[in-house]
């Protein structure tokens, strides 16, 4: 049984565990490997894809215990931080913080609101919000609450599109799913993967 949830908090033996989730999400194919980041005194790590934003990334009441941070390189290379939280005396996963880039400018920043529409760079937004369908989809995946079963957390809502040099970053939040009556778990991998070649083509 892999459900996301492990006895110990030892990151080196529960960070291939986390990678096999990863691998089941994102299929045979892509090369991943993973680096484990201690929390520093402002509760996020140093490589943290979320260190320049301030956010409630983990819930309020959690403890970060440490960060597993996955380099996936396929078709569209990608970051994920997987954040990994007490539960008694083990771990279970927390918050998982997605990042890659797209081929597409934006002029400004964009951001997906609580209200489920995206604000910011007036271009770039009126083009995401005039699709329904993307809407949804970002609506999903960008959760305020979730999580595990038994261990739903509330967290801010992050899905951030961010100009970059020769194109853009989008960085997107989401919480983990317990998935076969709580004997397995999704990251949300493909999902994520969806969501960005939606946006890319909709910029």
């Given at each position: 049984?892999?459900?996301?949830?492990?006895?110990?908090?030892?990151?080196?033996?529960?960070?291939?565990?986390?990678?096999?989730?990863?691998?089941?999400?994102?299929?045979?194919?892509?090369s991943?490997?993973?680096?484990?980041?201690?929390?520093?005194?402002?509760?996020?790590?140093?490589?943290?894809?979320?260190?320049?934003?301030?956010?409630?990334?983990?819930?309020?009441?959690?403890?970060?215990?440490?960060?597993?941070?996955?380099?996936?390189?396929?078709?569209?290379?990608?970051?994920?931080?997987?954040?990994?939280?007490?539960?008694?005396?083990?771990?279970?996963?927390g918050?998982?913080?997605?990042?890659?880039?797209?081929?597409?400018?934006?002029?400004?920043?964009?951001?997906?609101?609580?209200?489920?529409?995206?604000?910011?760079?007036?271009?770039?937004?009126?083009?995401?919000?005039?699709?329904?369908?993307?809407?949804?989809?970002c609506?999903?995946?960008?959760?305020?609450?979730?999580?595990?079963?038994?261990?739903?957390?509330?967290?801010?809502?992050?899905?951030?599109?961010?100009?970059?040099?020769?194109?853009?970053?989008?960085?997107?939040?989401?919480?983990?799913?317990?998935?076969?009556?709580?004997?397995?778990?999704?990251?949300?991998?493909?999902?994520?993967?969806?969501?960005?070649?939606?946006?890319?083509t909709?910029?």
């Amino acid at each position: 049984m892999n459900n996301g949830a492990y006895m110990g908090q030892d990151g080196q033996t529960v960070a291939p565990k986390v990678q096999e989730l990863l691998a089941k999400d994102l299929g045979a194919g892509p090369s991943v490997s993973f680096t484990i980041e201690s929390v520093g005194v402002e509760g996020i790590t140093a490589k943290s894809i979320l260190k320049d934003m301030s956010t409630t990334f983990f819930g309020g009441k959690a403890k970060l215990l440490f960060t597993i941070h996955f380099d996936i390189n396929q078709s569209r290379a990608m970051q994920l931080d997987a954040h990994m939280i007490q539960q008694g005396a083990g771990c279970a996963l927390g918050s998982l913080a997605y990042a890659t880039t797209v081929g597409k400018r934006v002029a400004g920043p964009v951001s997906l609101g609580d209200d489920g529409k995206f604000m910011g760079d007036a271009e770039a937004a009126g083009k995401l919000n005039a699709r329904k369908d993307l809407l949804k989809k970002c609506d999903a995946f960008a959760v305020k609450k979730g999580g595990l079963a038994g261990l739903e957390l509330k967290i801010d809502r992050i899905l951030k599109i961010i100009p970059r040099e020769n194109g853009a970053q989008v960085v997107a939040v989401t919480m983990p799913v317990s998935k076969s009556m709580g004997f397995s778990a999704s990251l949300g991998a493909k999902e994520f993967l969806e969501m960005v070649a939606l946006l890319e083509t909709t910029l």
